[in-house]
């Protein structure tokens, strides 16, 4: 008898063992949140639940023998199509939640990224308060469900913080700025001046120049933000008695740098700002094309912006 006993014994250990690690019974992968302060007992049933697991004892056998009682995270999961008990383990003992993303694009403003931060279904909690234009830094940030609004737009100010400290130190010398909330402004100008890449090392260098000069920036996008604050956009040409209006933003009137950034820059606009290249250049008007003429002297420019109105004309004709 005890012979069978232990034939039965280690018959039944390996029949478990197989269950254990045989395919699962769902053919398609599944989502299962398990919350913070879940026993093992109610991780198992929740993964019964889900139909991901077959039988909850045999599961819960599996974790004993694998000592990971105390290893079982929380957390959102993927669990894969016909995943087995024992690579489900090893997934909440890793911890592999899903990662959720958000991305911001640059030249936004704060509010306008709060309005992405508040929209999004996978956040939780309340919005902080509006942090000030420039100090949040336009990337793709991931996060797992549960993360707070709070937590990302932190990370949002972090994030921009360390990028000046890895760039301020590598700046230029002799620039026409001397803080970095300076440099920020001005990368906020470059970033709304041009949607082309290529062109941010020389938008940059036209206004740098401009400063060295001086001359006054006479930037559009400034006037905009003088109009509308952090709404961004205007939604319609700029009229000539707007040109004309003083604001602290209109850098038509006042010379030098706006007294805050107009958006949040991204890295390309500040390495720009930081590090421009050299040129002669002190003007630049659309060309037609998406990007923008260059030109060293009044005169050129003039024609520049002949050429660029005839543009208009055919293209609203």
Not at 81 to 102: D, T, V, Y
Not at 190 to 207: D, I, L, N, Q
Request: charged share 25%; net charge neutral.
């Amino acid at each position: 008898m005890p012979l069978l006993g232990a034939l039965a014994a280690g018959a039944t250990f390996l029949y478990g063992k197989y269950l254990f690690e045989a395919d699962g019974p769902h053919d398609q992968a599944r989502i299962v949140m398990l919350e913070q302060g879940l026993g093992v007992r109610a991780i198992a049933s929740r993964l019964a639940k889900a139909g991901v697991i077959s039988g909850e004892f045999v599961f819960l056998a599996g974790v004993r023998l694998n000592r990971a009682e105390g290893d079982l995270k929380a957390g959102e999961y993927e669990i894969p199509a016909h995943a087995s008990m024992s690579s489900i383990l090893r997934i909440l003992r890793e911890g592999r939640s899903i990662l959720h993303r958000i991305t911001i694009p640059e030249g936004l403003t704060s509010e306008q990224i709060m309005l992405l931060v508040e929209a999004n279904p996978v956040l939780v909690g309340d919005m902080p308060p509006t942090p000030p234009e420039g100090s949040l830094l336009p990337e793709t940030y991931s996060f797992t469900r549960g993360a707070t609004r709070k937590e990302i737009v932190s990370q949002m100010k972090a994030a921009a913080k360390a990028l000046m400290d890895e760039l301020w130190d590598k700046r230029a010398e002799d620039l026409p700025f001397d803080t970095r909330e300076e440099a920020i402004t001005l990368a906020s100008i470059v970033e709304k001046e041009t949607g082309v890449a290529s062109e941010r090392p020389r938008v940059a260098a036209v206004f740098v120049n401009r400063l060295r000069k001086p001359m006054r920036l006479q930037s559009d996008p400034t006037i905009i933000y003088g109009l509308v604050g952090g709404k961004g956009a205007l939604g319609r040409p700029i009229r000539r008695s707007e040109l004309d209006r003083h604001t602290p933003y209109n850098t038509y009137l006042i010379d030098g740098l706006p007294p805050t950034p107009i958006c949040n820059p991204g890295r390309a606009s500040i390495e720009a700002v930081l590090n421009p290249p050299e040129t002669d250049e002190l003007y630049f008007v659309a060309d037609g094309t998406g990007g923008h003429a260059f030109s060293k002297t009044l005169r050129e420019h003039q024609q520049r912006v002949r050429e660029w109105r005839q543009i208009e004309r055919r293209q609203g004709q």
